[in-house]
């Protein structure tokens, strides 16, 4: 698989990256340790060196799992993570990017993930009582530290970004990019910048695979329940975009999902995508995309229909929305 470069931090990462978030965290119950272990060395083994998790997803069982999976070929590979909430008693329950707690923050995250350096460390949400450059600051220090490479923030506004890159240069901004949810001005600014996009939930959420209708019944614990897009109603109206990309798989013999991420890789050279599985055949599928040459006519026709289906229903509910500061 061909390397990507984050913008211009000097950040190069495989073209796909593996998030780890669903192995542990938000859709269902944990999946067994290792069975997740072998997958992530598997995606080791077919090209993958970019792995993102985070504190909160568990918390902290997901950062353990893959400290331990990676340990042998740590060399090898990039790991993302991420600080900036709180918890009470393992349950989280606000924002913290106080610049002492994003400190403790790095190194409980060091052990977890059984290592003396964390390649990405973003600011997971934007937390409006800490001003972004002292977050920054606070990451600067652990880059001149040797504890922390890189500097990156997760859906956080352009005007935060803008803050933020003039402290402590950001390698990447980590949002949620996918066919039905576009934000072209993040792009301009991101290449103004010279700031990489590693885009998360590429597929919609497991959406755009094509797996998923308005039959689909849903888990209590799968946190999608609660997801306007993922109503019935909307899933109903939105079987229109996968529709499309089975249309154009049919013709480039690819599948919906590659079809989608194949898009994303063809918008600009500096975003990665971070599709998720607990399958290896479906990590398989998706790394196929890769290959996937995507002519700009092709780019031409995905748009043009694409910008015809209207989505029903926002990402989160309204108040997750407003937090995020986009």
């Known amino acids: 698989m061909r390397n990507r470069k984050l913008g211009n931090s000097g950040l190069e990462v495989s073209g796909l990256g593996l998030g780890c978030m669903g192995m542990s965290f938000s859709y269902g119950p944990p999946k067994d340790t290792a069975e997740m272990t072998g997958l992530i060395r598997a995606a080791v083994d077919m090209g993958v060196d970019f792995f993102d998790t985070a504190e909160v997803y568990g918390p902290y069982i997901n950062e353990e799992l893959v400290g331990s999976a990676l340990a042998p070929?740590?060399?090898?590979v990039i790991i993302a993570t991420k600080f900036g909430f709180k918890f009470d008693q393992g349950k989280q329950v606000g924002l913290d990017s106080r610049p002492a707690h994003i400190k403790e923050v790095a190194e409980a995250s060091l052990k977890?993930?059984?290592?003396?350096?964390?390649?990405?460390?973003?600011?997971?949400?934007?937390?409006?009582?800490?001003?972004?450059?002292?977050?920054?600051?606070?990451?600067?220090?652990?880059?001149?530290?040797?504890?922390?490479?890189?500097?990156g923030l997760?859906?956080?506004?352009?005007?935060?970004?803008?803050?933020?890159?003039?402290?402590?240069?950001?390698?990447?901004?980590?949002?949620?990019?996918?066919?039905?949810?576009?934000?072209?001005?993040?792009?301009?600014?991101?290449?103004?910048?010279?700031?990489?996009?590693?885009?998360?939930?590429?597929?919609?959420?497991?959406?755009?695979?094509?797996?998923?209708?308005?039959?689909?019944?849903?888990?209590?614990?799968?946190?999608?329940?609660g997801l306007p897009r993922f109503t019935p109603e909307a899933r109903k109206t939105n079987q229109a975009l996968v529709d499309l990309l089975s249309q154009i798989g049919a013709r480039k013999k690819a599948t919906p999902a590659q079809i989608a991420l194949a898009w994303l890789l063809a918008l600009k050279p500096w975003i990665v995508p971070i599709p998720g599985t607990t399958k290896l055949a479906r990590l398989e599928e998706n790394l196929g995309a890769a290959k996937l040459e995507l002519s700009a006519k092709d780019l031409q026709d995905i748009n043009t229909a694409a910008a015809q289906i209207k989505i029903e229903g926002t990402r989160y509910p309204e108040h997750i929305e407003k937090a995020t500061g986009l």
């Open 73 to 76: 070929v740590r060399d090898k």
């Open 154 to 225: 997760s859906e956080a506004g352009l005007h935060t970004v803008r803050r933020a890159h003039v402290v402590q240069p950001l390698a990447a901004l980590q949002n949620e990019y996918s066919l039905w949810t576009q934000r072209p001005e993040i792009l301009e600014v991101l290449e103004e910048l010279g700031i990489g996009l590693v885009a998360y939930s590429p597929l919609g959420k497991g959406f755009l695979t094509g797996k998923i209708d308005e039959t689909t019944v849903l888990s209590d614990s799968d946190f999608r329940k």
């Open 112 to 151: 977890r993930l059984k290592t003396d350096r964390i390649d990405l460390f973003y600011q997971h949400r934007v937390d409006p009582t800490v001003p972004i450059e002292d977050v920054a600051g606070a990451v600067k220090d652990l880059i001149q530290a040797g504890k922390v490479k890189h500097f």
